[in-house]
């Protein structure tokens, strides 16, 4: 059995986190393997420290990338720390977020300083990981300490902390290079270790919302011609609501999708969908044939009391062309200039699994800054004790006031869905998710 700590959750249950990584070899914790010529591994008796040498210090993150290749995900904020004293570091500490982005979680490791966890609103660690900048904790007296964002491409994992008697704007480059390659590094173990999985969990998550964190793609994304970012909630109990995007040459295709019901059969409809969305997409069907072919499979697959609404969408990167297939589901928002829009009327057609006819397609021009946001009925209709809908009024304001802010996509989704449950008082009566997709000016055919 691995041995795993329990920790009791907010709610007083407990769950089981593996806090501390003991080894049943004595004090290395954290032991090296390394290739025999027959192309078998065998375990390295010493600690990871016992490789860290001259040749290490002479170049830190080429020593860090040989040291991690083989190593187990729970030993990597030990060889972190390790290797970030090579740069001038005191210590090192990585913190990973939880799935609703409210709190930081500290990367336990064999020799990494004990740390509480943080909330990313109300923390310098949280500021660093919500402006997606390094930043310098206001200490005056050594020691220093420098907060840097986890960022897989654009994809905030979480923050790392770097602890030193002055953090010189060398050191800071050099943390800076750090942190790239430990971020990757972390991306890499999640997809075959369930260790940050569990990290980052304040909570058990439910079997549906199990199953919707599995299907997502990152929750950011972009190039120097796209910027996507998504977000949902309830993050640990989430159900029918699911989106999906990917960047290929001159196109960025996205989808919006909310499968009727709650719990599990709205979760595994969802993954039908999903899959069916992706599976058309990858075989180069246009949007009318994606959605046909999603019809097809939902109406084939469960009876005609289930179906999901959605907005497939397709943007042309090059000339700012926005087409989209609405199955039943809300119009999408254009952000521009400070102000709101909705694109021109365009009819729309039955929901994912009631349709009888092909959809056409709805065209929008878009221009270059223009930020277009797919949404949930969850987003609008979320609603104060008192009945008041959040509604698209309150939902346009935000997202105006986010864009002159010059707040970054994944910021502005994860302080949205903070006011929607605000506005519910924390208890949603139903899923909440959002797309924001931003064609930017910079590297747009419109400006050439």
């Given at each position: 059995m691995c041995p795993q700590d329990a920790d009791a959750t907010p709610n007083g249950s407990t769950f089981h986190r593996p806090l501390r990584f003991r080894s049943r070899l004595g004090?290395?914790?954290?032991?090296?393997?390394?290739?025999?010529?027959?192309?078998?591994?065998?375990?390295?008796?010493?600690?990871?420290?016992?490789?860290?040498?001259?040749?290490a210090a002479a170049d830190p993150l080429r020593s860090l990338l040989h040291a991690t290749r083989?190593?187990?995900p729970e030993c990597l904020a030990t060889i972190v720390a390790e290797h970030a004293q090579l740069l001038g570091a005191d210590e090192v500490v990585l913190y990973l977020a939880d799935y609703d982005q409210r709190v930081l979680h500290p990367l336990p490791g064999a020799g990494v300083p004990s740390r509480q966890q943080l909330t990313v609103d109300g923390s310098v660690a949280g500021l660093a990981f919500r402006r997606v900048e390094a930043t310098r904790a206001p200490e005056k007296n050594s020691p220093q300490r420098l907060w840097l964002p986890l960022l897989n491409g654009t994809n905030r994992l979480g923050v790392a902390e770097v602890v030193a008697a002055e953090i010189t704007d060398a050191l800071e480059a050099e943390a800076r290079a750090l942190t790239a390659v430990v971020a990757d590094l972390i991306a890499v173990h999640d997809t075959h270790s369930d260790v940050f999985a569990r990290l980052r969990r304040r909570k058990s998550l439910s079997l549906a919302a199990e199953?919707?964190?599995?299907?997502?793609?990152?929750?950011?994304?972009?190039t120097d011609r796209v910027s996507i970012a998504g977000a949902l909630e309830p993050g640990y109990d989430i159900g029918?609501?699911?989106?999906?995007?990917?960047?290929?040459?001159?196109?960025a295709d996205f989808l919006m999708l909310d499968a009727v019901g709650h719990g599990l059969p709205a979760a595994l409809l969802a993954s039908v969908a999903i899959g069916s969305y992706r599976h058309a997409r990858r075989d180069g069907l246009d949007l009318p044939d994606i959605s046909a072919a999603m019809n097809s499979t939902i109406s084939d697959q469960f009876?005609?009391?289930?179906?999901?609404?959605?907005a497939i969408a397709r943007l042309d990167l090059h000339t700012g062309?926005?087409?989209?297939?609405?199955a039943g589901h809300a119009a999408p928002l254009v952000v521009r200039d400070g102000s709101v829009m909705e694109p021109p009327p365009c009819p729309p057609h039955p929901p994912l699994g009631l349709q009888k006819d092909e959809p056409g397609i709805c065209l929008f021009q878009l221009q270059p800054g223009d930020r277009v946001m797919l949404y949930t009925d969850g987003i609008v209709e979320a609603r104060t004790p008192g009945g008041e809908y959040f509604g698209e009024e309150r939902l346009a304001d935000f997202?105006?006031?986010?864009?002159t802010a010059g707040d970054p996509l994944p910021e502005t989704?994860?302080?949205?869905?903070a006011a929607v449950l605000a506005h519910q008082a924390d208890q949603l009566s139903d899923d909440a998710s959002v797309v924001l997709v931003e064609w930017p000016a910079q590297g747009s055919d419109a400006d050439t």
């Open positions: 004090s290395a914790p954290c032991r090296r393997q390394r290739w025999h010529r027959g192309g078998m591994p065998s375990s390295d008796a010493a600690p990871a420290t016992a490789d860290v040498g001259a040749s083989l190593v187990a199953i919707q964190w599995e299907l997502l793609p990152p929750l950011s994304f972009a029918g609501d699911s989106f999906d995007y990917a960047v290929n040459g001159s196109c009876s005609g009391s289930r179906f999901a609404t959605a062309q926005l087409q989209w297939v609405n997202l105006i006031r986010a864009m989704l994860r302080r949205l869905v």
